[in-house]
């Protein structure tokens, strides 16, 4: 006699309930894996159990992979089948994804603040940790990378100032050696001229006297008597 089918209900006893989760969910991870070996299919399995615990299963562990394939191939088929009005929901259901993603990239960012830390679990927080630490490694080496940068900047201008500063010396010292020379090229044509006059007047002097000298009465009377009393003794 054959056997009978099997009404499918859930099982009230806890205890059994849950000797049969875990032996179909064995028998179901089994079977997963032996169609994506034998088919060469891409397999993603997920199963959560009545206390939310995760359980799941993905070939060539590429869970994510596949997810995003699918998501990408429903999105394609509903946009090739429906109507205006379903691509209006399409980009509903579009802006809800973006949302929920936005509201998580927030909280993250919250997480790495150090806010709302209550809920996260002890791997959570440990991966908090983590990339904490990867990303103060990231900002010691561009900080440093911008200081020796800086560093290396300054002693660059420090280098053409000490050129400049040696160029200006030299000038300085090409300028003094050339001011006594300009002097005395001045000082010259003064002495020479004064040295002219002197002659000069040496020159008129004797020849003063040269006269004095032919007519030392004229020069005595013109120098002694009056010029009325010259001209009574004329007469």
Known sequence: MGRGRVTLKRIENKINRQVTFSKRRSGLLKKAHEISVLCDADVALIVFSTKGKLCEYSTDSAMERILERYERYSYTEKQLNTTHHETQGSWSLEYAKLKSRIELLQKTQRNLMGEELDSLSLKELQNLEQQLDTALKHIRLRKNQLMLESISQLQKKDKEMQDQNNSLSKQIKEMEKEIPIHHQKHEIKPSFQLDILDN?????????????????????????MPPWMVQHMNK
Do not use: L, S
């Open 200 to 224: 000069r007047n040496i020159c008129e002097e004797a020849r003063m006297d040269c006269e004095v000298e032919k007519n030392p009465r004229q020069n005595q009377i013109a120098t002694v």
